[in-house]
C-alpha cells in the first residue's frame, strides 16, 4: 500500500516530464470505482487535488491532451488549462498565451475533423470550446482582433467544423451578452460588445447560408441556437430585412427537428422592444403581425382547431408525442406569452378590424387555455403568470369606467373588455378548477386520495396560490357576476353529485373553495353576502349529511377557509360570525388529525379581523360573546392539545385587549383563573416539598401554564398588567431556583447533562418565564413602574446567572430580553448599562468564537448591540472607550457567513458611523478604528461569502473616504502611522495602493486608477459602485483566496 502510495505520488514531481501513464493510473484509482472507500482511493484523491492546484500542472496539459487515452484525466488537465485563464492569464508571457491558444484551437479542430473523432470526444470538445471562450473573454479583440474572420473561414472546410464555430459564437455571445456582470469589467464588456456587433455580419452571413443551403438537421440546429443567443442584440436590419423571419416560421417551423430551436428565435423576435423613434418601426411591426399570423397557421397544422375539445387535445399532444413534442408545446405558449406581452395593444386594436386577426387573437388564446390544463407545474405557472398579467392590464384599462367602488362596469361598455369576454370566462373555470393550495390549509386530499394533515409549507404552491388569487381578483372585478355563477353553480353541483350518490372528490371541493376564498372583497357588499351565505350554507349541509370522517374533516378544512377569509362579511353579520364561531368550537372537539389544528388557527384568524364584534352586546344577546368564550373556556379547550390550548388562549386574549380598559381586569381574572388555580396549586405543594418542583410532569405542567401566561401577554396587551405582578415575585423565585438547581446537576455530571431530560424542562421555565417579561414589557407603557418595580430583581436575578452558568445553559433569551428593555426603556434603562455588559459581554464573545456554534445567542446578542447602539448610544460609545471588544463584536457581525447576522452588523455599524460623525469625538475614534474599519470592509467585500451585502459595503466605504477628505481638510492625522506632512486622504490613498499590491495581476497603473476613481467617483453611488464591481472583476483574476487583507489583521470572527 505504502509502495503504491509513493508511486502516485510521483506525478507531482514537476521537475521530469509528466508520466502519462501513471497519470492515468491515479485516475483510474478516483474514477474507476474498483477501489472506492478504500485507503489508496483517499491518497489518490489527495494526490490529484495537489496535481490541480499545482502552479505549473497547466505545463503538463498538452501532453496529456495529446497522448492520454483517458477521458476523465484528460477533464482534469484541461481544468488545470482553465484555473490558468481565470486566475493567472495576464501574468503569463505573451508567448505562452500564445502557446496555449495554439493549441486549444488546433485541438478543437483535430476532433471536428471526422464524425469518428466528434463522437468520441463529443463531451471533451465542449469543455475545450468552454475554454476557448474563457481566452476570448481576455484577448479578443485586443490581441486577438482577427478572430470573428478565422471562424468563419475556418468553418468553410467542412459541415462538422462549421457546426462547432457556431456553437463557439453562441457561448462568445451569451458570456458577454448574458453572463458578463460580476466577470468582466463595465469597460471590457462594452468592448466586447462593440467588437461583436460591428463584425456579425461575417457570422449571419454563415447562419443565412447554413439555413438556405444546408440540410443537416445537426448543423440547421446549431445555427439556429447561434442566432438566438444573438437576437436580442444585433442590429433589427438582419431580422426584419431579410428573408430571416420566413425561414424560420414556414420553413423550419413545421418540421419536428428544427421546430424548436426555430419557436425560441420566433420568441425572442416576438419579444423584441421597437424604438417608436425609429422610422423603420412601423414596417417592421408590420412584419411582426404577418409572424404571428404564420405561426397560428403552422400551430393548427401541428395542434389541430378542428377537435371538439381542444382543451384535451393539448394534454393528449403534450403526454402522448415524446419529449420533443412536450418542449415544442412548452416553446409554442413561451411564444403567444411573450408576443402578447410585448405586442397586445397592435393585435388589439387589428381585431377591430381584421376578422383574420380575431380568430388568429381567439385560437391563441384558446391555445394557452388548453395548455394551462396541463398537468406540469412550470407550464401551467408559466400560464397563470399570463392569466394574471392580461387581466389586470384589461382590467387598468376598464378601470375609468368601473362604479364608484371600482368593482365592476356594464356588459358591453368597453369594447376591448368585451374581446376577451368569452375567453376570461374559460380563463375563470380553469384557474377555479386548478386553484393551488393557500397556506393556511393544513388538511386535504393528496395525490392517492387520502386525506392528510401537512403543516410543512410549500413555498412553490404559496407563491403559485398568490398569483392565481390576484388573477382571480382581477377577473372577478371584470365580470363578478360570471365568477358568482361559476363558482355557485360548480358547488350545486359537486352538492347534488354527493346527495345523488357520486362518488364525493374532495380536492374538487377544496380547489373551488380555495378559489371562493381567494377573492374575498372583489365583490360589492350586496354581491358578496348573497353569494357567500349561499357557499357557506351548502358547505356545512354537505358537511352534515357527509358519512366517513375523513370527508367530514375535509370539508370542515373547507368552511374553515373560506369563512377566515371573508373578514368584512363577518364583521357586518354578527349572527353569522356567532354561527361560524360555534361551528369553529365544534370542530375543535374533532378529533380527525389536523382539524383541530386548522379550527384553532381559523379562530385566532378571525379574532385578528373581527377582535372588536366580540366585545360588543348584540342585538338579542344579554351580554357580550367575550364573556361567553371565558366562562365555556374549559369546556372548549378539554379536547385540545397544549400547543393548540395556547392558541386559544392568545385568540381570546385578543378579545379582550379590545375590550374597554374598565373591564379588562375582571376579564383576565376570569381568562387566567384555570391556569392560576394549577399554578397556585404547584407553587404551594411545592413550598411544602421543593423536590416537587424538580419532578419532570410537574415541570411540564409548569411550563405549561407559562407558555399560557405568555400567549395573554402577547394578545391582551397592557391589560395584562396586573397577571403578570401577580406572579411576577414567585416566578423570579422559580428561576432563581431552577438556575441552582442546573448549577449542581452541573457541577456533579458535567455540561452534558444539560442535554436530559430533567435539565431541559428546568430550561423551557427559565425561558418561558423571561418570554413572558419580555412580552409584558414590549407592550407596556408604564416604563417608571417597569423601571422600580420589575428591572432590579429583574437584572439581578437573570445577569448573575447568566454570568456564572456553564455556556451551554445559558439561555439566549436573555439577550433578547436585555434587547426589549434598550428598545423600551432607552434613557432609563441607561444607568444600567454597564452592568448588563460586565455580565454578558465577554462571557457571550467566548461563546461565539467558533462561528458556527449557538447562533441564537450570537443572533440575539447583535440585536442587542444594534438596540443600543440606536437607543443609548452616549452610554454605548462611553461603554466603548471601556471596552474595544465591542467594536471587535461590530466587525465579527460583519464579516459573519449567517446572512441575516450581517445584515444586522452591516445596519448597525452603518448607524454607529453616522452617529460617530455627529460626535465630538469623532476623529478622536477614527485615529483608532479608521484602518480596522477599512481592513474589515474590504475583507468583506472581496469574499464571494458576502456578496449580498455588497451595496452596504459601498456606502460605507464611501462613508470612510469622505471621513478621510474631512479629516483631512481639518488637518488631523487618520493614524498613528501618518507622516506629519502628509494630508489623511492622502495617506489612505498611499496606504491602500500598498496594499492592493497582493493582487499579481493588477498591475501600478491599474492600481493607481483604481484608488483615484474611490475618491473622484464617491459623489456619486452608482458610478462608485460600478467603480468597485470592475475592481472585484479584476481581483478574480488574481490568485485564488488571495485577501486584500490578511485576516489577522482583522478582529475577531465570532
Excluded at 442590429?235 to 416560421?249: K, M, V
Excluded at 392580461?390 to 368597453?414: I, L, R
Excluded at 374598565?662 to 404547584?682: C, H, S, T, Y
Excluded at 446572512?899 to 469623532?922: Q, V
Aim: net charge negative.
Amino acid at each position: 500500500m505504502d509502495q503504491q502510495i509513493a508511486q502516485m505520488r510521483q506525478v507531482l514531481n514537476f521537475t521530469v516530464p509528466v508520466d502519462v501513464e501513471l497519470f492515468e493510473k491515479v485516475v483510474d484509482v478516483v474514477y474507476g470505482g474498483t477501489q472506492h472507500g478504500t485507503p489508496l482511493h483517499a491518497a489518490a484523491v489527495r494526490v490529484l487535488e495537489e496535481y490541480r492546484t499545482h502552479s505549473d500542472a497547466w505545463l503538463r496539459a498538452s501532453t496529456i491532451l495529446s497522448k492520454g487515452k483517458s477521458t476523465p484525466g484528460k477533464f482534469i488537465a484541461l481544468q488545470t488549462v482553465d484555473d490558468l485563464i481565470t486566475t493567472r492569464w495576464n501574468i503569463q508571457s505573451e508567448e505562452q498565451r500564445l502557446g496555449v491558444r495554439h493549441f486549444i484551437v488546433n485541438m478543437i479542430m483535430d476532433m471536428s475533423s471526422t464524425p469518428e473523432k466528434l463522437h468520441v470526444n463529443k463531451m471533451l470538445l465542449e469543455k475545450m470550446n468552454s475554454t476557448l471562450v474563457q481566452i476570448l473573454k481576455r484577448d479578443w479583440p485586443g490581441k486577438w482582433p482577427t478572430f470573428i474572420q478565422e471562424i468563419v473561414e475556418s468553418a468553410k472546410k467542412s459541415d462538422l467544423l462549421m457546426q462547432n464555430n457556431l456553437a463557439i459564437v453562441r457561448q462568445l455571445s451569451e458570456e458577454i451578452f448574458d453572463f458578463s456582470q460580476g466577470k468582466m469589467t463595465k469597460e471590457q464588456t462594452m468592448i466586447r460588445k462593440q467588437a461583436l456587433n460591428n463584425e456579425f455580419g461575417k457570422v449571419f452571413e454563415m447562419i443565412q447560408y447554413v439555413l438556405s443551403y444546408k440540410q443537416d438537421v445537426g448543423l440547421i440546429n446549431e445555427s439556429l441556437n447561434c442566432l438566438l443567443a444573438c437576437l436580442s442584440w444585433i442590429p433589427l436590419g438582419y431580422i426584419f430585412e431579410t428573408e430571416l423571419i420566413n425561414l424560420l416560421a414556414n420553413k423550419f417551423l413545421p418540421s419536428p427537428y428544427t421546430r424548436n430551436p426555430a419557436c425560441k428565435c420566433l420568441t425572442e423576435i416576438g419579444s423584441l422592444i421597437l424604438d417608436p423613434t425609429n422610422p423603420a418601426t412601423p414596417k417592421y411591426r408590420e412584419q411582426t403581425i404577418v409572424m404571428f399570423l404564420s405561426f397560428m397557421e403552422k400551430l393548427s397544422m401541428i395542434i389541430p382547431m378542428s377537435s371538439p375539445d381542444l382543451y384535451s387535445q393539448c394534454v393528449t399532444a403534450f403526454y402522448d408525442n415524446g419529449d420533443s413534442n412536450q418542449e415544442f408545446i412548452q416553446n409554442a405558449c413561451q411564444f403567444l406569452i411573450s408576443y402578447f406581452k410585448q405586442n397586445l395593444s397592435l393585435v388589439e386594436e387589428r381585431c377591430l378590424t381584421d376578422r383574420g386577426m380575431l380568430l388568429a387573437f381567439q385560437a391563441a388564446h384558446r391555445y394557452i387555455l388548453g395548455i394551462t390544463c396541463i398537468d406540469d407545474k412550470e407550464v401551467f405557472k408559466t400560464c397563470v403568470e399570463y392569466w394574471c398579467w392580461v387581466s389586470e392590464s384589461v382590467y387598468m384599462h376598464a378601470k375609468p369606467q368601473c362604479d364608484s367602488w371600482g368593482y365592476t362596469f356594464a356588459p358591453g361598455a368597453d369594447v376591448k373588455v368585451e374581446l376577451y369576454a368569452d375567453i376570461f370566462s374559460e380563463a375563470r373555470k380553469v384557474l377555479i378548477r386548478n386553484m393551488a393550495r393557500p397556506e393556511e390549509v393544513i388538511v386535504f386530499e393528496d395525490e392517492n386520495g387520502e386525506i392528510i394533515k401537512e403543516i410543512m409549507k410549500d413555498v412553490d404552491a404559496i407563491a403559485l396560490y398568490t398569483t392565481m388569487r390576484e388573477a382571480l381578483v382581477f377577473l372577478t372585478h371584470l365580470n363578478c357576476e360570471d365568477t358568482e355563477n361559476i363558482m355557485v353553480s360548480k358547488i350545486e353541483q359537486i352538492h347534488s353529485e354527493s346527495l345523488g350518490g357520486v362518488a364525493f372528490r374532495p380536492s374538487e371541493l377544496a380547489t373551488l373553495c380555495w378559489a371562493i376564498g381567494s377573492i374575498s372583497g372583489a365583490m360589492k357588499r350586496d354581491d358578496e353576502t348573497r353569494f357567500l351565505v349561499t357557499v357557506i350554507k351548502d358547505l356545512l349541509v354537505m358537511c352534515e349529511a357527509m358519512r366517513g370522517r375523513a370527508y367530514k374533516a375535509s370539508i370542515a378544512s373547507d368552511i374553515m377557509y373560506v369563512v377566515g377569509q371573508y373578514p368584512r362579511f363577518l364583521k357586518e353579520h354578527w349572527k353569522f360570525l356567532k354561527t361560524v364561531i360555534l361551528k369553529l368550537f365544534a370542530f375543535m372537539q374533532e378529533t380527525f388529525e389536523g382539524v383541530q389544528d386548522m379550527a384553532v388557527e381559523t379562530f385566532l384568524k378571525m379574532t385578528h379581523s373581527c377582535k372588536e364584534e366580540f366585545v360588543k352586546i348584540h342585538q338579542k344577546d344579554e351580554k357580550a360573546f367575550v364573556h361567553t368564550v371565558i366562562q365555556e373556556l374549559d369546556t372548549h379547550t378539554r379536547a385540545l392539545g397544549k400547543k393548540q390550548t395556547h392558541i386559544f388562549y392568545e385568540a381570546t386574549g385578543l378579545m379582550i385587549s379590545e375590550a374597554p380598559k374598565d373591564w379588562q381586569p375582571q376579564l383576565v381574572r376570569q381568562f387566567m383563573a384555570g391556569p392560576n388555580g394549577k399554578w397556585k396549586e404547584i407553587v404551594a405543594v411545592g413550598g411544602r416539598d421543593p423536590s416537587v418542583l424538580a419532578n419532570v410532569d410537574n415541570m411540564q405542567e409548569i411550563a405549561h401554564v407559562l407558555k399560557t401566561y405568555v400567549c395573554g401577554a402577547v394578545s391582551v396587551g397592557e391589560g395584562f398588567r396586573e397577571q403578570v405582578f401577580l406572579v411576577f415575585n414567585e416566578v423570579m423565585s422559580l428561576y432563581a431556583m431552577y438556575s441552582q438547581l442546573i448549577s449542581q446537576e452541573v457541577a456533579s455530571k458535567g455540561p452534558m447533562v444539560t442535554r436530559h431530560t430533567h435539565v431541559k424542562c428546568m430550561r423551557i421555565i427559565k425561558k418561558e418565564s423571561l418570554r413572558l417579561i419580555e412580552e409584558y414589557i414590549k407592550r407596556s407603557s408604564e416604563l417608571d413602574i417597569i423601571s422600580s418595580t420589575i428591572l432590579p430583581p429583574l437584572l439581578e436575578t437573570v445577569l448573575t446567572d447568566y454570568n456564572k452558568s456553564v455556556e451551554q445553559a445559558r439561555d439566549p433569551q436573555v439577550l433578547s430580553l436585555m434587547g426589549s428593555l434598550v428598545e423600551k426603556l432607552q434613557v432609563k434603562i441607561e444607568p444600567h448599562i454597564p452592568v448588563i455588559l460586565d455580565a454578558t459581554l465577554n462571557v457571550t464573545l467566548e461563546m461565539c468564537k467558533n462561528s458556527h456554534e449557538y447562533p441564537e445567542h450570537r443572533l440575539h446578542f447583535f440585536k442587542f448591540l444594534q438596540k443600543l447602539n440606536k437607543h443609548c448610544f452616549n452610554v454605548f460609545l462611553q461603554a466603548l472607550q471601556h471596552s474595544p471588544s465591542i467594536m471587535e463584536a461590530i466587525l465579527s457581525a460583519v464579516k459573519h457567513t449567517d446572512a441575516k447576522i450581517e445584515a444586522i452588523g452591516l445596519e448597525m455599524l452603518r448607524d454607529f458611523l453616522m452617529s460617530i460623525a455627529a460626535s465630538p469625538i469623532c476623529f478622536d475614534f477614527f485615529y483608532i478604528y479608521f484602518f480596522n474599519l477599512v481592513h474589515a470592509i474590504f475583507n468583506v467585500l472581496t469574499d464571494t461569502m458576502h456578496k449580498t451585502g455588497f451595496k452596504s459595503h459601498c456606502k460605507l466605504l464611501q462613508h470612510l473616504i469622505t471621513v478621510s477628505t474631512k479629516m483631512a481638510d481639518a488637518q488631523r492625522p487618520i493614524s498613528p502611522e501618518q507622516q506629519p506632512n502628509v494630508r489623511a486622504d492622502q495617506f489612505f490613498k498611499m496606504h491602500l495602493a500598498t496594499q492592493l499590491k497582493g493582487f499579481e495581476t493588477m498591475n501600478q497603473a491599474q492600481i493607481h486608477n483604481f484608488v483615484e476613481g474611490l475618491f473622484s467617483k464617491v459623489g456619486d453611488e452608482k458610478m462608485f459602485k460600478d467603480h468597485l464591481r470592475d475592481f472585484l472583476v479584476l481581483t478574480k483574476e488574481g490568485e485564488k483566496k488571495k485577501y486584500l487583507y490578511h485576516r489577522s489583521s482583522c478582529t475577531s470572527s465570532a
